[in-house]
């Protein structure tokens, strides 16, 4: 059972084009972090959000976390091929006492392809 | 601006030996965490530690695994009796401090260990 739920796992697309992914749960999350990353190399963070209903942009990168801070989205408006790569998002969770785990859990990622 | 360095890059062992990942932090920061990622698999979280303490070994496999943040020099994760299925990308993260909801993990660029 997958604790975050990323869809899609494969986006490819022209540029010019908008896209979306999408990061689920059914547990609540105290913050949500968005990674990008190349072959061969590590995740590289992209943003990060921590209150239920924020918004926050990146250039053509818009981030949400969802009201109950459960899920989230990552919009690209106008990709390029440039954008091509991993999209992984990750979360912290927190247990009843409201107390934040350290580690972050992962979502499979969305392996984005932006043809020129 | 040095941040997260991990050696070696690639590393290559025989069934049988003993694997050793190195992992520096950000300047400034104390908190390690390691993850795994297998082939067309996410990342996994495997351990958190601060200096010379195991905060949380809940992702660590029972047998063979272990991990260290000396005081001094690098967290280490330490790998005995490969076998082939401990072949994946090792990575490792630094993060300032637990508290406060940010808690940013930032990864440094991993280690592929290949098991002959």
């Known amino acids: 059972t997958q604790l975050l739920e990323q869809s899609p796992q494969f986006l490819s697309i022209q540029e010019g084009e908008n896209l979306t992914v999408y990061c689920n749960s059914s547990?609540?999350?105290?913050?949500l972090q968005w990674y990008r990353q190349e072959p061969g190399e590590g995740p590289v963070l992209l943003v990060t959000?921590?209150?239920?209903?924020e918004v926050k942009k990146l250039k053509r990168l818009t981030f949400q976390f969802g009201d109950a801070r459960k899920d989230s989205s990552l919009h690209i408006t106008a990709a390029q091929p440039g954008d091509t790569g991993l999209y992984l998002c990750?979360?912290?969770?927190?247990?009843?006492?409201?107390?934040?785990?350290?580690?972050?859990?992962f979502g499979q990622g969305t392996i984005l392809t932006v043809h020129p | 601006n040095a941040g997260v360095m991990q050696n070696p890059r690639h590393l290559v062992r025989r069934r049988g030996q003993e694997a050793r990942l190195r992992c520096s932090p950000m300047?400034?920061?104390?908190?390690v965490y390691w993850y795994r990622q297998l082939p067309e698999e996410g990342l996994k979280f495997m351990v958190y530690?601060?200096?010379?303490?195991?905060?949380?070994e809940s992702g660590m496999p029972k047998e063979r695994f272990s991990a260290e943040f000396p005081k001094e020099g690098p967290s280490i994760l330490r790998i005995q009796q490969v076998v082939r299925g401990d072949s994946a990308a090792y990575f490792c993260?630094?993060?300032?401090?637990?508290?406060?909801?940010?808690?940013?993990?930032?990864f440094g660029p991993g280690t592929r260990l290949t098991v002959l």
């Open positions: 993260a630094s993060s300032p401090a637990l508290a406060g909801v940010y808690n940013e993990q930032f």
């Open positions: 547990s609540v999350f105290s913050s």
């Open positions: 959000v921590v209150t239920g209903g």
């Open positions: 990750a979360g912290r969770l927190t247990n009843a006492g409201g107390t934040s785990y350290g580690k972050l859990t």
């Open positions: 300047k400034g920061h104390s908190h």
């Open positions: 530690l601060q200096k010379e303490n195991i905060i949380d």
